[in-house]
C-alpha cells in the first residue's frame, strides 16, 4: 500500500520534471543536464567519507615526520580534488543563466515565427513563445544563482582549510 502511493507520487514528480521541460522547449534539457552535473559535483563533496584520502596516511611507522608528511600529501589531494569540483561547480553557474537567455530567444524567435504564419491577433499564439522564453529564463537564473550560491560557500570553507593547513593545524 505505500509501496505503491510513493511510486505514484514519484511517477507523478516525473510526469511534473518533464512537462515543465517540454513547457520551455529544447534548451531546458541541456540546462536539466546542467543542474544534475552541479548537483553531482557538489554531492561528491558532501557524502564523500572522511577517511578516503586519508587511508596510507594512518598508518603507524617508527618516523613521525613520515606520518606527517603522509597525511599532508593525503590532504593536499583531497584537496585538489575539491578544488577542481568547485570550478566544475563555477563553470556550470556560469553556463546555466546563458542557457537560460538562448531558450529566451529560442522562445522569442518560436513567437515571431507562429505570428507571421497565423498572426499576431491570436494570443495564445503569442503566450506560447513567450511562455517558453520565460520557463528557460526562469530555469537559468535559479541554476546559475544556485550554484554561484553554493560555490561561495564553498570556496569559504576551502580558504579556511587552507589556512589551517598554513597555520600548522593538521585537524582541518
Not at 584520502?53 to 575539491?82: F, M
Not at 520557463?135 to 537559468?140: H, I, K, L, S
Not at 537564473?141 to 564553498?154: E, P, Q, R
Request: proline share 2%; charged share 10%; with cysteine.
Amino acid at each position: 500500500m505505500v509501496q505503491s502511493s510513493v511510486i505514484a507520487s514519484l511517477a507523478h514528480f516525473l510526469n511534473a520534471v518533464l512537462g515543465f521541460i517540454e513547457l520551455g522547449g529544447i534548451v531546458m534539457w541541456p540546462l536539466f543536464i546542467c543542474c544534475l552535473w552541479m548537483l553531482w559535483l557538489v554531492s561528491r563533496a558532501l557524502f564523500k567519507e572522511p577517511s578516503s584520502g586519508l587511508d596510507k596516511a594512518g598508518r603507524t611507522t617508527e618516523y613521525d615526520w613520515l606520518n606527517q608528511r603522509l597525511r599532508l600529501l593525503a590532504l593536499r589531494q583531497a584537496q585538489a580534488q575539491q578544488y577542481g569540483d568547485l570550478q566544475g561547480v563555477k563553470l556550470l553557474a556560469m553556463v546555466a543563466p546563458l542557457l537560460g537567455l538562448l531558450g529566451t530567444v529560442s522562445g522569442m524567435i518560436a513567437m515571431f515565427d507562429a505570428g507571421a504564419h497565423y498572426g499576431f491577433h491570436d494570443p495564445a499564439v503569442i503566450s506560447a513563445g513567450i511562455s517558453m522564453a520565460m520557463v528557460t529564463t526562469q530555469t537559468g537564473l535559479f541554476v546559475g544563482l544556485t550554484g554561484a550560491i553554493l560555490a561561495f560557500f564553498w570556496q569559504r570553507k576551502l580558504n579556511r582549510v587552507d589556512t589551517n593547513l598554513l597555520a600548522g593545524g593538521a585537524n582541518a
